[in-house]
């Protein structure tokens, strides 16, 4: 059975379509990429899926459970966490607060024991910090840098922070928009990596978008190719570069950088 | 908590809420700090012995300002919610007080729960709803909130009208009554402190770093599994209950209150407390609300243009110190 299930999904925005029937999965432990040209409604998908779009039509199932009424919140609790397409990291807290933030939908201690530090609310403080250390640990970031304001980090690191965060949150399917936008080649090679060690030994699937379509032919089990909200090719990296429908997508587009990469 | 190496020290992150601000730097370890705080409390100890009675009494009130500041700071400096009517959780705890008292015979600390949890009830019903929408609607709810409040209180029987309530006895505590200026000092020099350990315990927990997540970015921080609106809601219940508190206290230092007590010029004397010292810094905000009452009082000779000068004073001190008084310090 698939992890996250998309059926039939549209959206619009005052009466303009920006997502016409879209019908997606995602298998539980893949790698799976979303690409397509600028515009074709990607983010969309990603905000429908986290609660943050109410689509008019369809449904988003997730581990069997239907997320489409939730609140972003909701859809976190219940196993999916996401990156932004421009990094959100909290300005003005330190790498390790803004990874803890991922702990805060798996504990629970509210205001009357913090004031009182009982004993159960000390031992939460430290398991928060323990699981943000490791995320932090895991993505790559130096014990060096915990303490240092988020946003002071070289973009790169930043990225990564975000990852973390998101890691941090305990998901099964982790959402990345974008992940390698703005990165060197050696740090692209490094999130190849990542990626894969985020599904291997965590057992985290993960949806992308990207537009390096280099590095999602590298890493995906699976590519869909969305145009104009519509969902037009499904297959392996191999079949995705010799469909005609999406060489025509791309060549029609702005995007013909990509489509030569294809 | 066992340490491993490389594990993040407790310390490390206390020192980042900039709680202390630019203190950080002076105080940079934690026993200077212990030194710091034991010096000023020994000198707020020994103040009403040193200044006498009218310097004890405007003291008194800074105090008081300084908690509803402190509670104020909850809302406004932490989970940035723009509350313009919070002189009206100031009032629902002076008036549980007053009411209950005077009219019922309750003895002052039984009132005083009513008085939280009053406050409490009003702060959801206010918060509830309006926490759900973005941006500024807060700011105008609570204004009109505020205005409600004080209009109720001067036009309803049980609140005495316009002339309000008088009359209302003076606590015992353990055999110790607490009647004369100093007595009163006192009482307001510990919930100070008592307020000032429950901001900074707030701060450093769970909770606290989801009002500094979701007032840096609400979007980011619903996507890391934040309610929002339930984050936000604890906020402005906790900093009701803070106002509701310091309006018991003040209702009973007085022995008398009315409307005029809760008027929206006092919600924005707190509020000016708050942004003069130092949005989120504790010691900020404690600055501040003692600027706000010894200010004027400072400038007494100067008649009737003490409030222009000292309207004159804030807003150059807002000019060049747009983050507040309080040096912003500790971010590296």
Redesign the interface.
């Given at each position: 059975m698939a992890l996250l299930e998309l059926n039939a999904l549209s959206l619009g925005f005052a009466g303009n379509r920006v997502l016409n029937d879209v019908t997606f999965a995602v298998a539980p432990g893949s790698v799976v990429s979303l690409i397509g040209p600028n515009g074709a409604g990607k983010t969309s998908l990603f905000n429908c899926i986290?609660g943050?779009y109410k689509p008019q039509r369809g449904s988003v199932v997730f581990d069997g459970s239907e997320m489409l009424r939730l609140?972003?919140?909701q859809v976190?609790?219940a196993g999916i966490?996401?990156t932004?397409q421009n990094v959100?990291?909290?300005?003005?807290?330190?790498v390790?607060?803004n990874v803890?933030?991922?702990q805060?939908?798996?504990?629970s201690?509210?205001?009357i024991s913090?004031?009182l530090?009982l004993p159960a609310?000390?031992?939460?403080?430290?398991k928060?910090?323990?699981v943000a250390?490791e995320c932090l640990r895991f993505v790559g970031i130096a014990?060096d840098e915990?303490?240092?304001?988020a946003s002071?980090l070289a973009y790169g690191h930043q990225r990564r922070v975000e990852i973390a965060?998101?890691l941090a949150?305990n998901p099964k399917l982790l959402l990345l928009d974008e992940p390698a936008a703005g990165l060197t080649k050696g740090e692209k090679d490094e999130l190849v990596t990542l990626i894969r060690r985020i599904r291997d030994e965590r057992q985290v699937a993960v949806l992308l978008i990207e537009h390096d379509t280099g590095l999602v032919m590298t890493i995906s089990e699976r590519v869909s190719v969305l145009d104009h909200g519509v969902m037009i090719a499904e297959g392996t990296p191999r079949e995705i570069q010799s469909n005609p429908r999406v060489i025509e997508a791309y060549l029609g587009s702005e995007d013909a950088e990509a489509a030569l990469a294809l | 908590m066992a340490l491993e190496p490389g594990s993040p020290g407790p310390q490390a992150v206390e020192a980042r809420p900039s709680a202390w601000g630019g203190l950080t730097v002076l105080l940079d370890t934690p026993a200077k700090r212990v030194v710091a705080i034991v010096a000023i409390l020994l000198v707020m100890a020994v103040a009403p012995q040193i200044f006498g009675a009218y310097i004890t009494v405007i003291l008194t009130n800074a105090l008081l300002y300084a908690i509803l500041a402190l509670g104020l700071n909850i809302v406004v400096g932490y989970a940035g919610l723009l509350d313009l009517g919070y002189a009206a959780f100031f009032a629902v705890g002076a008036y549980s007080v007053g009411i209950l008292t005077t009219e019922f015979g309750w003895n002052f600390w039984a009132t005083l729960p009513v008085a939280v949890v009053a406050a409490a009830v009003a702060g959801v019903v206010i918060g509830g709803p309006t926490l759900r929408l973005r941006s500024d609607y807060l700011a105008i709810v609570t204004l009109g909130f505020g205005e409600i409040v004080r209009i109720t209180a001067r036009n309803l029987q049980i609140t005495g009208a316009a002339s309000g309530i008088s009359g209302i006895d003076q606590p015992w505590l353990y055999g110790w009554h607490i009647v004369s200026q100093s007595d009163f000092y006192y009482v307001f020099l510990a919930l100070a402190v008592v307020a000032v350990l429950v901001s900074v315990r707030l701060a450093n927990s769970r909770l606290g770093r989801a009002w500094l997540y979701v007032r840096h970015d609400e979007d980011a921080a619903e996507a890391m599994g934040i309610d929002r609106v339930r984050v936000k809601l604890a906020a402005y219940v906790i900093g009701a209950i803070y106002g509701s508190i310091g309006g018991a206290f003040f209702a009973v230092n007085l022995t008398a209150i009315s409307p005029q007590s809760f008027s929206f010029q006092q919600s924005t004397l707190f509020l000016m407390a708050v942004i003069l010292g130092g949005m989120g810094k504790i010691p900020g905000v404690i600055l501040g609300a003692f600027v706000v009452v010894l200010g004027p009082e400072f400038l007494r000779d100067l008649g009737s243009f003490r409030y222009l000068v000292f309207a004159v004073g804030l807003l150059l001190i807002m000019l060049f110190r747009p983050g507040g008084i309080w040096p912003a310090g500790g971010r590296r």
């Amino acid at each position: 059975m698939a992890l996250l299930e998309l059926n039939a999904l549209s959206l619009g925005f005052a009466g303009n379509r920006v997502l016409n029937d879209v019908t997606f999965a995602v298998a539980p432990g893949s790698v799976v990429s979303l690409i397509g040209p600028n515009g074709a409604g990607k983010t969309s998908l990603f905000n429908c899926i986290t609660g943050f779009y109410k689509p008019q039509r369809g449904s988003v199932v997730f581990d069997g459970s239907e997320m489409l009424r939730l609140k972003p919140w909701q859809v976190t609790r219940a196993g999916i966490a996401r990156t932004f397409q421009n990094v959100r990291l909290f300005r003005q807290m330190s790498v390790l607060e803004n990874v803890m933030s991922g702990q805060h939908c798996r504990t629970s201690m509210g205001a009357i024991s913090a004031v009182l530090r009982l004993p159960a609310q000390r031992r939460e403080e430290a398991k928060i910090r323990e699981v943000a250390a490791e995320c932090l640990r895991f993505v790559g970031i130096a014990n060096d840098e915990w303490h240092r304001d988020a946003s002071t980090l070289a973009y790169g690191h930043q990225r990564r922070v975000e990852i973390a965060r998101a890691l941090a949150t305990n998901p099964k399917l982790l959402l990345l928009d974008e992940p390698a936008a703005g990165l060197t080649k050696g740090e692209k090679d490094e999130l190849v990596t990542l990626i894969r060690r985020i599904r291997d030994e965590r057992q985290v699937a993960v949806l992308l978008i990207e537009h390096d379509t280099g590095l999602v032919m590298t890493i995906s089990e699976r590519v869909s190719v969305l145009d104009h909200g519509v969902m037009i090719a499904e297959g392996t990296p191999r079949e995705i570069q010799s469909n005609p429908r999406v060489i025509e997508a791309y060549l029609g587009s702005e995007d013909a950088e990509a489509a030569l990469a294809l | 908590m066992a340490l491993e190496p490389g594990s993040p020290g407790p310390q490390a992150v206390e020192a980042r809420p900039s709680a202390w601000g630019g203190l950080t730097v002076l105080l940079d370890t934690p026993a200077k700090r212990v030194v710091a705080i034991v010096a000023i409390l020994l000198v707020m100890a020994v103040a009403p012995q040193i200044f006498g009675a009218y310097i004890t009494v405007i003291l008194t009130n800074a105090l008081l300002y300084a908690i509803l500041a402190l509670g104020l700071n909850i809302v406004v400096g932490y989970a940035g919610l723009l509350d313009l009517g919070y002189a009206a959780f100031f009032a629902v705890g002076a008036y549980s007080v007053g009411i209950l008292t005077t009219e019922f015979g309750w003895n002052f600390w039984a009132t005083l729960p009513v008085a939280v949890v009053a406050a409490a009830v009003a702060g959801v019903v206010i918060g509830g709803p309006t926490l759900r929408l973005r941006s500024d609607y807060l700011a105008i709810v609570t204004l009109g909130f505020g205005e409600i409040v004080r209009i109720t209180a001067r036009n309803l029987q049980i609140t005495g009208a316009a002339s309000g309530i008088s009359g209302i006895d003076q606590p015992w505590l353990y055999g110790w009554h607490i009647v004369s200026q100093s007595d009163f000092y006192y009482v307001f020099l510990a919930l100070a402190v008592v307020a000032v350990l429950v901001s900074v315990r707030l701060a450093n927990s769970r909770l606290g770093r989801a009002w500094l997540y979701v007032r840096h970015d609400e979007d980011a921080a619903e996507a890391m599994g934040i309610d929002r609106v339930r984050v936000k809601l604890a906020a402005y219940v906790i900093g009701a209950i803070y106002g509701s508190i310091g309006g018991a206290f003040f209702a009973v230092n007085l022995t008398a209150i009315s409307p005029q007590s809760f008027s929206f010029q006092q919600s924005t004397l707190f509020l000016m407390a708050v942004i003069l010292g130092g949005m989120g810094k504790i010691p900020g905000v404690i600055l501040g609300a003692f600027v706000v009452v010894l200010g004027p009082e400072f400038l007494r000779d100067l008649g009737s243009f003490r409030y222009l000068v000292f309207a004159v004073g804030l807003l150059l001190i807002m000019l060049f110190r747009p983050g507040g008084i309080w040096p912003a310090g500790g971010r590296r």
